[in-house]
T-cell receptor, first 114, second 112 residues
Framework: ETGVTQSPTHLIKTRGQQVTLRCSSQSGHNTVSWYQQALGQGPQFIFQ???????GRGNFPPRFSGLQFPNYSSELNVNALELDDSALYLCASSSWTSGYNEQFFGPGTRLTVL | GIQVEQSPPDLILQEGANSTLRCNFSDSVNNLQWFHQNPWGQLINLFY???GTKQNGRLSATTVATERYSLLYISSSQTTDSGVYFCAVEPGRGSTLGRLYFGRGTQLTVWP
């Protein structure tokens, strides 16, 4: 069974640029959620994708957008990068079954905005 | 949204000691998970425990959903247990199914 993978591992961008982060869900999972973790904080929910549609969104501006593909992999896009976007970005995959929804996380992408 | 509070924020132990980490949450939950975040940032699943008690080796967890808290027990701690422990909950109502709300974590340091 293949776990959740993310790419790239690290990324350095400058303010105003755009970035795309990628996530492959665990085998058999159909739902991907994205989280942002600032230094010293717990992860914060950005949004979730299920069956290629956005299925819920946290308190993040529209310049954070995403996609899910037919193979359930996902992308997170951030436009007009700001310094505060520097963080660890985590994706989680899960597969809803009756009463069971355990989330499994990837290793993360560390984004630095200069 | 639901509030998740973890205590203590920091814990320093000598190898071999036992510890208890606590997670309080402010509303009913569908799901509660404990994670260990390693130094590279990956969240490692420890327990999926919306209610009841589970054990896995030196670790065990108990969730009392009616009283809105969960406890993570670490026995005979080892230096490799060091890191940040997070509790995360999925609210039972009024939120995206599967959305997790995290506490701020407990930073555990185990000295040899």
């Amino acid at each position: 069974e293949t776990g959740v993978t993310q790419s790239p591992t690290h990324l350095i961008k400058t303010r105003g640029q755009q970035v795309t982060l990628r996530c492959s869900s665990q085998s058999g999972h159909n739902t991907v959620s994205w989280y942002q973790q600032a230094l010293g904080q717990g992860p914060q929910f950005i949004f979730q994708y299920y069956r290629e549609e956005e299925n819920g969104r946290g308190n993040f501006p529209p310049r954070f957008s995403g996609l899910q593909f037919p193979n359930y992999s996902s992308e997170l896009n951030v436009n007009a990068l700001e310094l505060d976007d520097s963080a660890l970005y985590l994706c989680a995959s899960s597969s809803w079954t009756s009463g069971y929804n355990e989330q499994f996380f990837g290793p993360g992408t560390r984004l630095t905005v200069l | 949204g639901i509030q998740v509070e973890q205590s203590p924020p920091d814990l320093i132990l000598q190898e071999g000691a036992n510890s208890t980490l606590r997670c309080n949450f402010s509303d009913s939950v569908n799901n509660l998970q404990w994670f260990h975040q390693n130094p590279w940032g990956q969240l490692i699943n420890l327990f999926y425990i919306p209610s009841g008690t589970k054990q896995n080796g030196r670790l065990s967890a108990t969730t009392v959903a009616t009283e809105r808290y969960s406890l993570l027990y670490i026995s005979s701690s080892q230096t490799t247990d060091s890191g940040v422990y997070f509790c995360a909950v999925e609210p039972g109502r009024g939120s995206t199914l599967g959305r997790l709300y995290f506490g701020r974590g407990t930073q555990l340091t185990v000295w040899p």
